[in-house]
């Protein structure tokens, strides 16, 4: 029989809530939680409204960790503790070899990167920290949970653009499934650097407006891109008999996956391999189209892309489904942003309500969409979907556990 | 080689904990048997210890001081040395 691997820990970090509590306290009421970028002076470039976390690193965060750690790392760390405390797991386990960290980022230490040119160019190779050999790698966060838990299992790192928070839970059910006991899986982004972002400016699908009530509409007919935003969300995956003897609640089955690339230079806009990854998808989760109760839309706002999606989840789903994008409320935080939809989806399922769309006035499509206020739903199966640029599609079935 | 005073030690604890992010006090840095391993600071941070030293006393303490020096006395005697006692 194959194994079930079960969620046990979510730890998000995120703009308006550090933890699971804070954090669906702030999707469920649908609040607008995005403003004009504070983490520098963004007056001269053309993207002034993000979604910020409130973080205190020194208080969260051993200092030997601070100083070679990029802002990913850091709120990946805190995400990391979150979701073990969650999990009521404490590292290290009884078998190091048998707990492993996936993470995935797509900005990866972009803000240190960005400081340590800076001193390169301005002070001289001498004043570069040797932690820069690692500190700006896509790698830090998942190499700095594992040395930090003691976590010797299976590691990895995945850099699939948004697709990423969704890759990294089939991985870690994969390794689970492969005899591992316990993995940290999940995503962390901090690129609110002006180094992070200029390379992101010439595509023009981040917003530009500088009002954070209408910034990021997705599925508006006023969409006009979205607004970036920084976080992660971590969880703790194990099998259900692990779950089971530690005597820690399932609170989501990770039932299916699928995973595809489309090989454009954008979004793709043919939605075709959304569709199939959103098949695949179900397939493997053994259940139908008519078994979804709620879809996270992916939601960039950018119209030829929210076209593709809203084409896909009617084409699959029809028009019944709810369909809700709490991420307009906070931001696209790249890779995270999948993630902290995985996280709302396995609270939405915990809770039986779904979080909202905080406004969408005149939507584009006649999907059920979930706007204003949270909705209480008979919720067991909830599918996520993720886009990243340049083609990579992917959705996750997460389940809610037969208690 | 004069002898290391404990204001030395006191700049060198202030150094771990600006580039290793580790607190640690005067009396076990002075310890002859206290290694840079105990206290936690790992290769990369011996390299930016012995590099702030450096600056801040515009010193060479020579290319492989982070690997030779495996307690703060045996830095501690090196830096001593570049200063020609005067530290």
């Known amino acids: ?403 | 080689m004069s002898s290391i005073s404990e204001q030395t030690y006191q700049e060198l604890a202030s150094v771990i904990l600006q580039c290793g992010g580790i607190t640690v006090s005067i009396h076990r840095l002075s310890h002859r048997g206290t290694t840079f391993a105990d206290i936690g600071v790992d290769s990369l941070g011996m390299l930016a210890v012995v590099r702030e030293l450096e600056h801040r006393r515009r010193v060479d303490l020579g290319a492989t001081a982070a690997q030779d020096c495996r307690t703060p006395h045996q830095l501690m005697s090196r830096l001593c040395e570049a200063c020609d006692g005067e530290v």
């Not at chain 1, 993470?103 to 932690?131: F, I, M, N």
């Not at chain 1, 299992?153 to 499934?177: F, K, M, W, Y």
């Not at chain 1, 591992?180 to 390379?199: Q, T, V």
Request: proline share 7%; charged share 20%.
């Open chain 1, 1 to 403: 029989m194959t194994v079930a691997a079960v969620i046990t820990g979510v730890g998000p970090v995120a703009p308006g809530g550090v933890g699971a509590t804070e954090f669906w306290q702030a999707i469920s009421a649908g609040r607008n939680l995005l403003a004009r970028i504070t983490r520098f002076d963004p007056e001269d470039n053309p993207v002034t409204i993000a979604g910020e976390v409130s973080f205190d690193a020194d208080e969260l965060i051993e200092h030997r960790y601070l100083v070679q750690t990029d802002r990913a790392t850091q709120f990946g760390l805190a995400a990391a503790d979150l979701a073990m405390a969650d999990a009521m797991f404490s590292p290290p386990a009884l078998n190091p070899f048998a707990a492993g960290v996936i993470t995935t980022s797509c900005v990866g230490g972009a803000e240190s990167l960005q400081r340590g040119l800076g001193k390169l160019w301005r002070c001289g190779p001498d004043h570069v920290s040797p932690y820069q050999s690692f500190a700006s790698s896509h790698a830090a966060t998942t190499g700095q949970v594992s040395i930090r838990d003691t976590m010797k299992g299976p590691c990895g790192v995945l850099v699939t653009d948004e697709a990423g928070g969704l890759d990294t839970l089939a991985h870690a059910r994969r390794a689970i499934r492969r005899g591992a006991r316990i993995m940290i899986a999940g995503a962390a982004e901090a690129p609110l650097c002006p180094y992070a972002l200029a390379p992101q400016y010439s595509a023009r699908m981040l917003s530009e407006s500088a009002d954070p009530r209408t910034a990021y509409l997705p599925f508006s007919h006023d969409a006009r891109g979205y607004v970036p935003a920084e976080g992660a969300a971590m969880f703790v995956v194990e099998s259900a008999a692990d779950a089971a003897e530690r005597g820690s609640r399932p609170k989501a089955v990770i039932s299916g996956h699928g995973a595809t690339f489309s090989a454009v230079a954008a979004f793709d806009p043919s939605g075709e391999g959304l569709a199939m990854a959103c098949r695949k998808a179900i397939t493997a989760a053994g259940c139908r189209p008519e078994d979804i109760d709620v879809v996270f839309a992916d939601a960039t706002a950018i119209p030829t892309a929210d076209r593709a999606e809203v084409t896909v989840i009617k084409s699959l789903f029809g028009t019944k489904v709810p369909v809700t994008a709490p991420k307009a409320g906070f931001g696209r935080a790249y890779a995270s942003s999948s993630a902290l939809d995985a996280a709302a989806a396995v609270l939405s399922l915990d809770h039986g309500i779904i979080p909202p769309i905080p406004a969408l006035a005149e939507p584009i499509d006649e999907l059920d969409f979930v706007v204003g206020a949270p909705r209480r739903a008979e919720l067991r199966t909830a599918l996520v979907l993720a886009r990243g640029y340049g083609g990579m599609n992917s959705a996750l079935v997460l389940r809610r556990p037969d208690h």
